[in-house]
């Protein structure tokens, strides 16, 4: 029972309290993992087949030797690296090896409903299946896979279940660059060096670990040559912590979003990753050494507010100077979404009086056995999705990826600055979003809040879009 200790009383009104310091030291500075690429098992082109396992595994985290069991795929923290290119089939046989029934989610794929890892399609413990779908053009980007299962994500989740899965494209206008993965999780660890269960704070407030770990590691240097242009790829697949990131004193191009590379490189110093999303960002090496830093930020009204510190995630060492191309003034065309056919209105809010919805979208929790909307394959669908609880609650859309026209911060509305394609939106207390998108596939999709605490409580929705 997700909800089991959960103390709903002192939510609002309690004093921030400073995060606790970590029971556990962990080994620092070794140079950046790479992550772990899955072996393809086959050997016709166009054709991925994979194997993941998720089971219990020990792995060393602490510095003094003493092992922790994770919960892990194919034994690995983070997850095998998935990497295959648009237009691939993919085959991914699954063992389920946990204590308790899981999925595969394809976060931000465009796969079958059927193949999405859907609560609705739980594999048991000791069973297997496969995962089966085609990639279509256009989908080069960054995406993730997690369990899925109802009542289990979160646990799953910060137990050590996820990955990263990159398609990739054969005209990529950055394909000459070092392409550098770095997958962002939240690890806490109790004094004998193991992974505790959620606290009621976390259940309300979602779980933020004691260290933010990158490719598996605390604060890895990253070794970088002096006028090296490299792609960063970065993943937020913490369960509830906003990463305002930048590299300060290094030039920083954004390049991407969750779906791929918008239209054109944009000079950012920082950017804003709710869990779940992803950015591409394009950096340039310089001769002085410089660090990847998570810059304070407030996640609204919390019981264990954020303490204001600026958290370094990397360093930067500096190698021998080299030359690099100049960055392409255009990526990518994506053509705005039409007007839409259908529009509907998604509320979030907390009732912290009703233990059983304490999170809702629209008045309700989840139910997998209730569509909250129907839609059609090939419409164009308009959303407003409003925040109107006391902190940030980022909002997930399965199934295929949308555009974000318009912003509400409280005092008006204002347009995007850029078009990108998206499945995670932030969505600050007080702010609304205007998104567009178009389903190819039919099936059931849900929408949820990335929080995934919050997501086991039932802020979550689905709609199903009919062929
Ligand atoms: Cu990344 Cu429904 O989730
Ligand atoms: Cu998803
Ligand atoms: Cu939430």
Redo the contacts with the bound molecule.
């Keep these: 029972d997700p909800h089991a200790g959960m103390d709903h009383a002192g939510h609002h009104g309690a004093a921030p309290a400073a995060r606790s310091a970590p029971a556990v030291a962990l080994p620092e500075g070794a140079p950046l993992p790479a992550l772990a690429p899955l072996a393809n098992r086959s050997r016709q082109a166009g054709r991925f087949v994979g194997e993941l396992v998720a089971a219990p595994a020990r792995v060393g985290l602490a510095a003094d030797g003493r092992s922790t069991e994770v919960w892990a795929y194919n034994g690995s923290l983070p997850g095998p690296l998935i990497e295959v290119y648009e237009g691939d089939t993919v085959e991914i046989d699954f063992v389920n090896r946990l204590p308790q029934p899981t999925t595969i989610h394809w976060h931000g794929l465009p796969v079958p409903a059927e193949q999405d890892g859907n609560p609705m399609d739980p594999v048991a413990p000791g069973e297997r299946r496969r995962y089966r779908f085609t990639l279509p053009a256009d989908s080069a980007g960054s995406y993730w896979y997690h369990p899925h299962p109802h009542g289990h994500t979160a646990e799953q989740v910060f137990r050590g279940l996820a990955g990263a899965f990159v398609v990739k494209s054969r005209r990529d206008p950055l394909g000459q660059l070092r392409d550098v993965p770095l997958l962002l999780s939240d690890l806490r660890l109790d004094e004998h060096a193991a992974i505790p269960p959620n606290t009621p704070a976390d259940w309300m407030d979602?779980r933020e670990g004691d260290y933010v770990l990158v490719n598996g590691a605390l604060r890895p240097v990253l070794t970088l040559a002096d006028g090296e242009r490299v792609r960063l790829r970065v993943w937020n697949a913490t369960s509830a912590r906003v990463l305002r990131l930048a590299l300060p004193g290094y030039e920083t191009w954004r390049v991407g979003s969750d779906g791929g590379l918008i239209e054109a490189p944009r000079r950012e110093a920082e950017i804003v990753l709710s869990p779940g999303e992803r950015a591409e960002w394009v950096v340039t090496g310089r001769a002085q050494p410089g660090a990847l830093v998570a810059l304070p930020y407030r996640r609204g009204k919390m019981m264990s507010a954020e303490v204001d510190e600026t958290l370094t995630l990397a360093s930067l060492a500096p190698a021998a100077r080299v030359a690099s191309a100049p960055l392409p003034r255009r990526l990518r065309r994506i053509a705005p979404l039409p007007a839409p056919a259908v529009r509907r209105q998604i509320v979030l809010e907390e009732n912290m009086a009703d233990p059983k919805a304490m999170?809702t979208l629209n008045g309700r929790v989840y139910d997998m056995a209730r569509a909250d909307f129907v839609g059609r394959v090939g419409q164009v669908e308009e959303w407003e999705v409003v925040n109107r609880a006391d902190m940030d609650?980022p909002f997930h859309l399965h199934g295929t990826q949308f555009q974000v026209l318009a912003r509400h911060d409280g005092r008006g509305w204002r347009d995007e600055p850029y078009r990108a394609w998206r499945d995670v939106v932030s969505l600050p207390a007080g702010h609304a979003v205007r998104l567009r998108f178009v389903q190819a596939l039919p099936g059931m999709r849900m929408f949820h809040?990335h929080?995934l605490e919050?997501e086991e409580q039932g802020?979550m929705g689905q709609i199903d879009v009919r062929g």
């Design positions: 979602g999170f609650h809040c929080i919050h802020m």
